[in-house]
């Protein structure tokens, strides 16, 4: 009896942490705003509702799946258009009014993991996808090299960003600060140069490219769906 007990509790276990592990999903995260994220005070309140208003999210999917569906090394991307500045300085919320967003999902994604990649997205930016307008393919590679602030992300000729790391000359009053959190929930996430951030696709009433900004976040992702 007590063999019969060990056995099933370890099966048991074993269920549980399989379970556990399966509806992981890790990756990495790039993001970038029409206004700096790394700024004075100063800088930042006098940019509010009037900078800001855009914004390109990537992510990539390193491991793990949504809701049941494996979507080991896709990525998705969400650009976003508001009214307002979007995102919160972690105590105020902007009044970011209404907002249009596009998501790009990884070309090679199946019919299952398209759908699984827009749910995903839908859930981990609840506010920004109340009103997507457009969801198209695109080949979509993303690489962060932490250690030296950089990252590529590209959606085919739709959506691109690219950073370097933050240096001493990038600072303006120093009195910088992360006067902006992330759009969406992440790790380890650090602010970064964005040498270009660019969205020229369909469906935003509006296309946009930023050069030389102190504008983007590297980050990781680990959610459960």
């Known amino acids: 009896m007590k063999c019969f007990t060990l056995l099933l509790t370890t099966i048991l276990w074993m269920v549980s942490v ?8 890790t990756g990495e995260y790039l ?3 029409t206004c700096d994220v790394y700024t004075g005070p100063c800088f930042g309140n006098a940019e ?26 896709l990525g998705v991307a969400l650009v976003v258009k508001a009214e307002g500045t979007l995102g919160t300085d972690g105590i105020f ?39 997507v307008l457009n969801t198209v393919s695109a080949p979509i ?21 690219e950073t370097r790391q933050m240096k001493k000359t ?10 902006y959190q992330p759009l969406t929930k992440v790790e380890n996430f650090a602010p970064a140069y964005a040498l270009r951030q660019s969205f ?12 030389n900004t102190r504008s983007a976040f590297l980050a990781t992702f680990r959610v459960k769906s």
Do not use: Y
């Not at 209404?98 to 994604?109: G, H, M, R």
């Open 18 to 25: 399989q379970a556990a592990l399966a509806d992981k999903i």
């Open 31 to 33: 993001e970038a705003r």
């Open 48 to 73: 509010m509702s009037l900078a800001g208003k855009e914004a390109v999210m990537a992510w990539k999917v390193d491991e793990g799946s949504w809701k049941g569906v494996t979507l080991d090394g």
């Open 93 to 131: 919320p902007m009044q970011a009014g209404k907002t249009a967003a596009v998501i790009i999902v990884d070309e090679n994604a199946s019919s299952e993991q398209r759908g699984a990649l827009i749910a995903f997205v839908k859930d981990n930016a609840k506010e920004l996808t109340k009103n």
């Open 141 to 161: 590679t993303l690489k962060n090299d932490h250690l030296e602030g950089k990252g590529v992300f590209s959606a085919g000729k739709l959506a691109s960003i």
């Open 170 to 179: 990038d600072c303006v009053c120093t009195n910088e600060m992360v006067f």
């Open 200 to 211: 020229q696709g369909e469906g935003l009433n509006g296309k946009w490219t930023n050069n």
